[in-house]
């Protein structure tokens, strides 16, 4: 079955839901979307920098582990992260909203306490993480993005009955 249309910036229903937005199972609600208007565009960045994290921890982890261990992990975890959140907002749903929305706030929490280490403490850090001072290598987006999923994740939420 075809997602139906959808109006731009607003979930939508996720295959498999009836036309009245009910699921087709009885007593499951309708997965709501995820990435309809603006939350595409959170995947797309949360996807490349999935992309970067993960393949900068991975060959800086294979040649260079032993320089700067804290930060090559680091930035492993950074590319976990938003491997996941990416999975999430894909996924839809409002078991995946939740997920999304914590791992996001610990998002948030990990660029921001890692942000502050290394503008505090630089010698813990000889190389720099994706989260180092607050993302400055990758224009401030994982600070920013987290931020910005935020916002996206909590407006999107269904009401509750």
Do not use: H, N
Request: hydrophobic fraction near 45%.
């Amino acid at each position: 079955m075809a997602v139906p249309a959808e109006e731009p910036g607003k979930p939508g229903k996720i295959e498999g839901s009836g036309e009245s937005g009910e699921s087709e199972a009885p007593g499951k609600p309708a997965r709501t979307r995820l990435i309809s208007g603006p939350g595409m565009l959170l995947v797309w960045l949360y996807g490349v920098m999935v992309v970067g994290a993960v393949s900068r921890s991975a060959v800086q982890i294979a040649t260079e582990f032993d320089k700067a261990p804290l930060a090559y992990s680091l930035s492993a975890v950074a590319g976990l992260v938003y491997g996941f959140i990416t999975y999430s907002l894909v996924r839809g749903g409002e078991r995946a909203r939740r997920a999304a929305l914590v791992c996001c706030a610990a998002e948030l929490a990990g660029v921001l306490i890692v942000g502050t280490w290394t503008l505090a403490d630089p010698s813990a850090f000889p190389d720099a993480t994706v989260w180092s001072d607050y993302g400055m290598g990758y224009l401030f987006i994982p600070v920013l993005l987290p931020i910005t999923a935020l916002f996206w994740l909590r407006r999107g939420r269904t009401a509750v009955p």
